[in-house]
C-alpha cells in the first residue's frame, strides 16, 4: 500500500505539489528507517500544535531536468495532523534541491508565484496581455457619501440649534440704519431695526425713543421703521427700543434695543463788507472753526439744505440778479434760469420737495407791462424751467409767502390779502383759505401756519382742513408781538415796548412753551434792534440777530437793506444761556431773511 492510502481520511488542508510530494515521501520512507534525510534536522519529539497549523512554505521550481508526467493527478491535500507536515513546519526544511524555505507566514504567499513550475501562472495572477486590475470604487464612493451624509447631517443640526435657540430667546436686533448728521437738519429723517426674523405686528405703544421726541412706526416683516417727525438735537445720545417684540409664529418676546449719537451742529451766516466781498462763512457753535465758502462781490441774500447752499448775487450797473447753485463747500458752481433780466428777493427752500422760491421784478416795469413781486419756484436738481404762480389763471403779485415746512406746498398772501395754499406735489390747485395780513410762520411736523388776520387776530390755521383756532397768550402776558416763530415745543415771540407816545423803549424775545409759560430769552435796550430770531431745526438753540447802535449804524445799498453791522446771538434755548455773538446775518436755521 502507497503512503497516499496509508492517510487517514480527514478532509485536506493545504495543496501539495509534484515536488512536495515526492519530497513527503522520501522523508516517510526514511523516517520508516529510521534515518533522516542528510541536512534535515531531526523532527521535535513533541511538536507544538501551533506551528504544526502553520503551512509549509512553496519549494523552489523544480529543475526541467526532473520528469514531470503529463498524467500526474493534481496536487494532493495533505492534512495538517500528519507527521511528514510537523517535519516540513520546522524552520528551515531541505526539500528538492536542499532548497531552503523561510517560514514567516508573510513571506509565503510572496514566494508562492515563485514556487510555481514554469507555465503555469499564478492562480491569481491576471492573463498575459490583459490590463491591470483597477481597484474598486465601490468602497471609495461608500466613504464619500458617508461623509457627504454627515456633514449635510451637521448643518441640519446646527440649522436646528440656531432655530431652537432663536425660539427660546425671542428675536434679536441684527442691523441698524441712521443718518444722524440727517437727523439734525431736517424732520423726517427714519432708523430702521432689523430683527433676526419676521415680526408680529408692532403697536407704536410699544416703541420709546430717549430723549423724547415725536415720531411714527411703520413696520413689515423683520423691519421697525421709526420716523422722526421733528429734527434730532446735536451732540445728543438717542436710545431706540421696542419693547415686547414677538415673532410672527409666537415664542418668547424680546426688547429691541439700539442707541447712536447725532453730531454737533454748524452753522452758516452771510457778513457783508462795504470796502471788500462779501461772504458766506460754515461755522460751530463756538464761532473758534469759522470757514469762508463762498464770496462775491454783492450777495443779497441766501439759503442752505443739508447738501446744498443757494445764493443770490448782484451783478452790473443795475444790480441784476443771479441765482446760483453750489454744494456746501461752495463748490459745483452752476446757475439757475430766471423768467427774465430783473431782480430776485425773500428767497426760500423746500428740503423735501427740492425746490426754490423767490420773489421775482422785471427790470423793465410800468404801469402796463412787466411783472412785479410774482412768485416763482423751480428745481434744485435740474434745468427745469423755473414755474410762475398763478391765481385764477393769472401771475399773481405777492406781499408774503412762505414753503410749508417738509412738503412742497406754498403759502402766500397776494396784493389783494387772500391767504391761498397751493401743492406742487398734487393737482389739487389753489386752495382758498380766507383774508389775512401777514404769515408769522409755520411749525415744523405739524402742518399748521401762524397767520394774522386783517382783523388783528392770531390764529393758528390747520392747513390740511382750514380750521383755526385762536393762538393763546403767554403766561406771563408780554403784550401783542411783532413776529412770532414757532419751532418744536414752542414759539419765539419778538416784543417791543413803547412809550405813551409809541416810541420804542425796549424789544426782547421772549421765549413760549406749548403750555404758555413764557420767559424772556434776548432783551436789548432803546439803542439796539432785534432784526430776526428763528430757531435751529430741533427748538434746541435759537439765533437772534441785532443790530447795535442803530444810530451809528448806516445802512447798506443792497437790494436787502439793513445796517451794516450785524450780530447774530446764539442762545441755548434749554438753559437760556448764550452761547456766542458772531459778526454776521441771515442764519441757515432761518426760513427766510431778516425783514426790517
Known sequence: MSTDEERPEETPA????????????????????????????????????????????????????????????????????????????????????????????????????????????????????????????????????????????????????????????????????????????????????????????????????????????????????????????????????????????????????????TPASSIYLLRRDADGKDKIFRTDLSGEKAVPVFSHERINDFRATSTQLVVSVAEGKDDLSRLLVMDRNGKNERELSLPGEGYVGAIQVSERGGLVGYSYSDRKLSDTSGRASVLVTQSLNSDDKPQVVE????????????????????????????????????????QSLGLAATIQGISRGTYTAIVERVDGAVVELNLADGSEEPLEASDPDYGIATTITPFPGGTLRHIVARNDVGMPTGQAIIRVDDKGAAEPLVEVGSTDSILQACASPSGQYAAVVIAPELVDNPYDDMLLPLPRTLETHLIDLASGKELVALTGFDASWCQTAPRF
Not at 519549494?59 to 492534512?79: I, N
Not at 408774503?400 to 406735489?425: C, E, M, N, R
Request: glycine share 8%.
Open 14 to 261: 493545504i495543496p501539495r505539489t509534484r515536488a512536495e510530494m515526492r519530497a513527503a515521501r522520501e522523508a516517510a520512507e526514511a523516517a520508516a528507517a529510521g534515518e533522516t534525510p542528510a541536512g534535515t534536522p531531526a523532527p521535535a519529539s513533541d511538536p507544538d500544535p501551533a506551528q504544526a497549523s502553520v503551512p509549509a512554505a512553496a519549494p523552489e521550481p523544480v529543475s526541467a531536468s526532473d520528469p514531470v508526467p503529463a498524467s500526474d493527478p493534481d496536487p494532493v491535500l495533505v492534512p495538517a495532523s500528519d507527521p511528514v507536515l510537523a517535519t516540513l513546519s520546522a524552520e528551515s526544511t531541505v526539500v528538492g534541491r536542499n532548497a531552503e524555505v523561510p517560514t514567516d507566514i508573510r513571506d509565503l504567499s510572496r514566494q508562492s508565484d515563485d514556487a510555481r513550475p514554469e507555465g503555469i501562472p499564478p492562480e491569481s495572477a491576471p492573463p498575459e496581455g490583459s490590463p491591470p486590475a483597477k481597484a474598486s470604487g465601490a468602497r471609495p464612493n461608500r466613504r464619500f457619501l458617508v461623509a457627504l451624509a454627515a456633514v449635510v447631517g451637521a448643518l441640519v443640526l446646527v440649522g436646528a440649534g440656531l432655530g431652537a435657540a432663536s425660539l427660546v430667546q425671542g428675536p434679536r436686533l441684527t442691523s441698524t440704519q441712521v443718518d444722524p448728521a440727517e437727523a439734525i437738519d431736517s424732520s423726517g429723517s427714519r432708523i430702521i431695526l432689523t430683527a433676526n426674523q419676521a415680526l408680529a405686528d408692532i403697536d407704536p405703544a410699544q416703541v420709546t425713543v430717549e430723549p423724547a421726541v415725536p415720531f411714527t412706526v411703520d413696520a413689515a416683516g423683520r423691519g421697525v421703521g421709526i420716523r422722526f417727525t421733528v429734527p434730532l438735537d446735536d451732540s445728543t445720545k438717542y436710545t431706540v427700543t421696542v419693547n415686547d417684540a414677538v415673532g410672527v409664529g409666537g415664542g418668547p418676546s424680546a426688547d429691541l434695543t439700539t442707541s447712536f449719537k
Open 391 to 430: 391765481v385764477g389763471g393769472k401771475e399773481a403779485s405777492i406781499f408774503s409767502w412762505q414753503f410749508v415746512p417738509d412738503s412742497a406746498a406754498v403759502l402766500f398772501i397776494d396784493f389783494d390779502g387772500a391767504l391761498a395754499l397751493v401743492d406742487h406735489s398734487s393737482d389739487a390747485g389753489v
